[in-house]
């Protein structure tokens, strides 16, 4: 059996990094920081924090590009996935692990959080996002 489900919550370290592929799918990647306080043996508190490379593609792309920006919360749902490289300075194999979009929850209220359009890669994008219409899933009431 596989299973490759991962969840995380935490604040974005910076502005979404949002483009349109040649495909015209809309990709859009950010870092979430995640910290933990821990009680050492000493008694002291001592923090850690994990920095966590996400990706989003579509329509989620575009909601998380539009709507977050440095500093906001947000809860994650998606899977696991290893991008590999040979550096092209060193030669050497390099790979890192981030995280694949599923699913998101906005964790700010809705009064914190900004709304800026992802500029849209062809004429077609446009016409798109002006005859698309909201599915019932994505009111917010």
Known sequence: ?????VSIGGNLTRDPDAKYLASGTAVCEFTV????????ADGHTAEE????GCTA???QAEVIAAHFSKGHRICIVGRLAQDAW?????????SKTKVIVE????????SNTKSKPLPPANDQAVT??????????????
């Open 103 to 110: 699913n998101f929850h906005f964790v700010d209220r809705a």
């Open 128 to 141: 798109q996002t002006k005859n698309s219409q909201p599915e019932n899933d994505d009111v917010p009431f």
């Open 1 to 5: 059996m596989n299973l490759n489900i």
């Open 33 to 40: 920081a995640i910290n933990r306080k821990r009680k050492r």
């Open 49 to 52: 924090t994990a920095f966590i």
């Open 86 to 94: 040979d550096d092209k300075t060193t030669g050497e194999k390099r």
């Open 57 to 59: 593609f579509g329509k």
